[in-house]
């Protein structure tokens, strides 16, 4: 369960309430945005323990003088069994805080089954957009070489599939083939017509590869050379632009984001690191997978084993 508050006035929020019990409750501040995770069975206990803390949190309001916008704040109940029944009764300043299935945090949007189609749905929209823009300027008529194109796509496009990096492991693998769709979109409209005929070549080849009886199905011939046709796309988008399939390159970036984190010893990635090699449960239960269990090696590489 989330509690997302936003703050109104910034002032020093160092000593603002928070919570860090190991596998149960978290706080997380960033600016004026401050989220709570409770991680409880019971919803009994989950009201108990949000409404102690929101209490706590009034008193340091008072204190310093300071306000919480309630319209603002919310809480959203993650289950993959949730009911309505399952909202809870949480209140603030006498005012009862709103219950939602999906919050928004620092740009990504959380779904309460945390599935994240919700915010694969929004990324590709945003990013068709966006592919107009590159679709006009590969036109001949601007001048503008591959070089400066496949730049100009991971500003304006790659830029919002790599924020979406710390939710691959959640991603099913039709997200991930709707993230790749809009890559493979934009490599085709840098390197036509190109890539257009290096595709041709291929089928040609394949085709004339095939049996006599197979080539008599096309139907069948057009569906095997389509994986084909993809695999072409990926190989010419890393040899011409240097881009790595949609997959590789949000797995490559948790690794750097966990890494780095590690190095500069950023709390909360310390915390869920050393959970992650302690065995807590849903670190390693294979339905519920985070960005650390794509970093096995950069985590041992700062924690060897004796």
């Not at 990096?165 to 036509?192: D, G, H």
């Not at 950023?266 to 302690?278: C, D, R």
Request: with cysteine; proline share 2%; glycine share 4%.
């Amino acid at each position: 369960m989330i509690l997302s508050i936003t703050l109104q006035g910034r002032r020093q929020v160092i000593d603002i309430p928070k919570r860090n019990k190991k596998n149960n409750e978290y706080s997380v501040l960033f600016a004026d945005d401050l989220v709570t995770f409770f991680i409880y069975n019971k919803k009994g206990n989950l009201e108990n323990k949000i409404n102690k803390y929101t209490n706590e949190l009034e008193q340091w309001l008072i204190k310093w003088k300071m306000k919480i916008s309630v319209k603002k704040s919310c809480s959203v109940v993650f289950s993959r069994y949730k009911k309505e029944s399952d909202n809870l009764n949480l209140k603030i300043y006498g005012n009862r805080i709103v219950s939602q299935k999906e919050i928004k945090f620092l740009g990504i949007k959380f779904d309460s089954k945390l599935n994240f189609n919700i915010l694969v749905d929004e990324i590709k929209e945003r990013c068709n957009k966006r592919l107009n823009f590159i679709k006009i300027l590969s036109n001949k008529k601007w001048g503008l070489n591959q070089n400066t194109l496949g730049n100009l796509y991971k500003s304006v496009v790659g830029s919002i599939l790599d924020y979406s990096f710390p939710c691959l492991n959640s991603f099913s693998e039709n997200s991930i083939k709707k993230l790749e769709a809009i890559q493979n979109t934009a490599v085709r409209y840098i390197l036509r017509p190109q890539l257009i005929i290096v595709i041709i070549c291929q089928k040609l080849v394949l085709f004339c590869r095939l049996p006599q009886k197979v080539k008599q199905h096309l139907f069948h011939f057009d569906s095997f050379t389509e994986q084909h046709a993809s695999n072409v796309v990926h190989h010419e988008a890393f040899n011409k632009l240097k881009l790595l399939t949609v997959s590789n390159r949000l797995f490559e970036l948790s690794e750097r984001y966990v890494g780095t984190g590690l190095s500069h010893s950023i709390p909360l990635i310390v915390i869920l690191v050393e959970e992650y090699k302690e065995g807590f449960e849903s670190r390693y239960n294979l339905e519920y997978l985070t960005p650390l269990c794509n970093c096995y090696l950069t985590i041992s590489s700062f924690f060897p084993e004796t």
